[in-house]
């Protein structure tokens, strides 16, 4: 099933209207879809690279605001639902434990997962969920999401389609370990 809609989407990104569908995978992928923006941006900055920093534009509004929606199905849905089946089961301790310790960490999940492959989706919820500051959330999603997908665009525009392997198989790897390294050097300033 995933081939197939990845399949899909990569037929999408060379219609007319690729533009706005990139704006409608981007904003449903930040709450519940699992193809990332990214497997359309690529062969659309690759057909036209004039145009690359358009694209990612169009990728970063519609995903901040996507995740807008991820941030409100978390606020919403889980004091509806989710908090009454905990609170029954015994559970209420557990999840302001859980809500404490994500909201220490501040911008670092929503930064981290705004880079990295790690499903945006599941942050975005999860902010909403454990009352992350909405300001904290929007500004850690712009910046996040704006590192990558204007890196992503930037380097298709200067580099082309000899990027395009690296792009699709190592960033994400790339921007793991230089999440990695940027949090050593936080903890080794904080507690050395």
Do not use: H
Request: with cysteine.
């Amino acid at each position: 099933m995933i081939r197939s809609l990845y399949d899909w989407t990569i037929r999408k990104a060379s219609s007319d209207n690729a533009l706005w569908f990139l704006a409608f995978v981007s904003f449903i992928e930040s709450s519940v879809f699992p193809i990332p923006p990214d497997v359309l941006m690529i062969p659309m900055i690759l057909a036209r690279p004039n145009r690359a920093f358009v694209i990612a534009g169009v990728a970063l509004v519609s995903s901040v605001l996507g995740g807008l929606l991820g941030y409100a199905i978390g606020a919403f849905a889980f004091e509806s639902i989710g908090q009454p089946i905990l609170m029954s089961l015994g559970k209420a301790e557990a999840i302001e434990a859980f809500n404490g310790r994500f909201n220490d960490l501040g911008f670092w999940p929503v930064l981290i997962a705004g880079l990295t492959p790690f499903p945006y989706k599941v942050i975005t919820i999860m902010s909403g969920w454990t009352g992350l500051p909405l300001a904290t959330f929007i500004v850690t999603s712009i910046v996040a999401r704006g590192i990558r997908f204007f890196l992503v665009a930037g380097l298709l525009w200067k580099f082309g389609e000899p990027i395009r392997d690296f792009i699709e198989r190592r960033l994400g790897l790339m921007f793991i370990l230089f999440c990695g390294l940027l949090l050593g050097g936080f903890y080794l300033v904080r507690f050395l």
